[in-house]
């Protein structure tokens, strides 16, 4: 049963360059099939508009160029409205947006209009067979981070828009402050100092992994050597 919370939340930890870790909550297909039939629907209703656009003018343009600029704005509306919206700065369409998802890199980072191309592109795949989405459904919940055939391919995964990156590790606590046991010149202290103003990024492993390295100064390893650079780090910030 302790594990049940954990394996419920879709809040996943990722490991980036440096040790640093970032959280993303990553949105299940529920949210995700909501947010497409909206966007469907957002779909539907621009092309009444156009007919009816189209019915007016045709009268004046005749019925086949009328026909034609139909199947292009189809064309356009289906293949190409998500891309454009997903490669954008917002990183989602009308629908993921008012159900509060975008559309990013397992980095944290917007997607690229490629990788726009390559995941909506495969959903003709990720719907199939017979338009009943059997397939992205399938890969969305076989995938750790419920991703589609489609995400897969491009390498993007759908996150909540208002939790998907912050970092994993929260600041350590206050400390009192602790002189360092031996003279540190200049280019030290701010190497020092850099170390807690960054480790706010960095997993709990990271930290004692460097502070490891500098047992020497510290005389401890673990979280007794991170403990004691951190104080180090407050001493030369507030009391130098």
């Known amino acids: 049963m302790n594990g049940l ?3 419920l939340d879709t809040l996943q930890a990722i490991e980036l360059a440096e040790g640093v870790e970032i959280r993303l909550r990553i949105a299940g297909p529920i949210l995700r099939m909501w947010a497409w039939l909206l966007d469907v629907i957002f ?3 621009a092309m009444i508009g156009l007919s009816m656009v189209g019915g007016i003018t045709g009268f ?9 600029m139909m199947k292009l704005s189809w ?10 919206f997903e490669a954008s700065r917002r990183g989602a369409t009308i629908g993921k ?3 509060g998802l975008r559309v990013i890199q397992p980095s944290g980072a917007p997607i690229s209009f490629s990788q726009a191309v ?11 067979p017979w338009f009943s989405g059997l397939f992205g459904l399938t890969s969305c919940l076989s995938t750790r981070r419920f991703q589609r055939l489609g995400d897969l391919a491009a390498g993007t995964v759908v996150v909540y828009e208002r939790n998907d990156v ?6 350590p606590p206050p400390l009192q402050p602790q002189r360092p046991v031996v003279a540190l010149n200049a280019e030290e202290a701010l190497a020092l100092i850099t170390f807690r103003e960054r480790s706010v990024y960095w997993s709990d492993a990271r930290r004692a992994e460097i502070a490891d390295h500098l ?11 991170v403990t004691k650079l951190m104080a180090m780090a407050h001493w030369l910030q507030e009391k130098r």
């Open 5 to 7: 919370p954990e394996k």
């Open 43 to 45: 779909i539907g209703l």
């Open 60 to 68: 004046l343009v005749g019925g086949q160029v009328v026909g034609g």
């Open 75 to 84: 064309f356009l509306l289906f293949w190409w409205y998500p891309v454009f």
């Open 97 to 99: 947006r008012i159900c």
């Open 118 to 128: 390559v995941r909506n592109f495969i959903r003709v795949i990720d719907i199939m």
């Open 166 to 171: 912050v970092p994993e590790s929260v600041g």
């Open 215 to 225: 047992q020497a100064l510290t005389n401890s390893t673990g979280v007794a050597g």
